[in-house]
């Protein structure tokens, strides 16, 4: 655990990032193979052309390629596993229920004993995530806070046309971040939103128990522990909750959409992206997408978006940079960061 720093003012920064792919590729061809579907559908519908997929005889689960993002963010910050003095794992693909894989995931990379826990919100899981961090951070009673967003989905996909509307969607990822105090109070947050409405659950649900599926499920597609989506329904909340949480969190930081150097958004469906993209006149290179090459990777999406955007050099320092997310809850979130 790291000394802690004298009391406030105190700003937050992103020390470090890092992300995890697995190396096996689903491509759109695979899956025509797989079921009625075909790669000009999936591209014209999606923009995506390939996700990937975690690899079970090389070890790959939740954990393993969690253990992978944090370590290369820690590396890319410069500190050490006991240099966490807590670690969130946002993701709704844990391999169980007890222990959360947060605690695995600390005893996996050495992390002695810092706190840990899990943090369910699907796709905003990492937004969550890293609002609860920023504040444990801010506030002075936590110096150094590492977050994960990593979803498996893959395992949860049924691969056949009945399927096909959500399995072509999904890829396994991780990516991770740690956030730590600086003596500067001008870098951190400064707007963010969390909200859900649970009216919306059964557009998007992964039934444990026959009691889960709601009333009006196809009585012929009741697979237990696979992910159901309503992709019309989600589509039409994402298209409009998204643009009105762009608008939201830059009103509550009094700026506008050209202040922000870089929107680093969950990649749902390049659809959902582009009318967001056009609606607030954000040129192409402040508005990253990778999903042509991942997919849509739940959890891992914004914090893989991160670190690519970090590595690259297109996000650093002085920066003003929105992270904004939308999923199963439904949930949606958003973090406006002063680099
Ligand atoms: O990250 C969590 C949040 N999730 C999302 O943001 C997902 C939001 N939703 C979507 O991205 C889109 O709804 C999908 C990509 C999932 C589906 O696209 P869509 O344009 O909404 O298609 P649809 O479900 O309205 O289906 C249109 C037609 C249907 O055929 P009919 O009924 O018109 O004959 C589907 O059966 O396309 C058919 N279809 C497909 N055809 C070929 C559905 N999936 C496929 C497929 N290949 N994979």
């Known amino acids: 655990m790291t000394p802690p720093l004298p009391s406030s003012p105190r700003g937050v920064r992103i020390a470090g990032t890092g992300h995890y792919l697995p190396s096996n590729v689903i491509s759109n061809k695979d899956l025509e193979r797989w079921m009625d579907t075909s790669d000009e559908w999936i591209v014209q519908r999606t923009g995506i052309r390939e996700r990937r997929r975690i690899d079970r005889d ?102 056949c046309t009945e399927g096909r509307g959500t399995a072509i969607l999904f890829g396994d990822a991780a990516g991770a971040a740690v956030y730590t105090a600086t003596s500067d109070p001008s870098k951190g947050i400064l707007a963010q939103a969390m909200h859900s409405d649970g009216h919306g659950w059964k557009h998007l649900y992964i039934p444990r128990e026959p009691r889960d599926f709601p009333e009006d499920a196809d009585p012929n597609r009741r697979k237990l522990g696979l992910m159901y989506m309503n992709g019309r329904e989600v589509y039409k909340f994402a298209v409009t909750k998204f643009q009105d949480l ?56 914004v914090p893989v978006c991160l670190d690519e955007l970090r590595r690259s050099g297109r996000i650093h320092d002085g920066q003003k940079i929105l992270l904004v997310a939308f999923g199963g809850g439904l949930t949606w979130a958003s973090s406006l960061w002063q680099l």
């Open 58 to 159: 090389k070890g790959e689960t939740t954990t393993s390629i969690s253990v992978a993002a944090l370590s290369r963010a820690l590396d890319n910050a410069g500190l050490k596993p006991t240099d966490l003095d807590m670690l969130i794992v946002a993701t709704v693909s844990m391999e169980m229920t007890c222990p959360s894989t947060s605690c695995r995931v600390a005893e996996a990379i050495g992390a002695g004993a810092c706190g840990a826990v899990d943090l369910s919100a699907a796709c905003c899981g990492f937004v969550y995530a890293t609002n609860f961090a920023h504040e444990l951070v801010k506030g002075g009673a936590y110096r150094t806070v590492g977050v994960v967003g990593v979803d498996v989905l893959t395992p949860l996909m049924d691969y």
């Open 246 to 301: 762009i608008a939201q969190t830059l009103d509550k930081a009094g700026l506008r959409a050209e202040d922000i150097d870089q929107f680093v958004c969950h990649q749902s469906n390049a659809r959902i992206l582009e009318a967001a993209r056009e609606r607030f006149g954000i040129p192409h290179e402040k508005f990253y997408t990778n999903i042509e090459r991942v997919g849509n990777t739940s959890a891992g999406s």
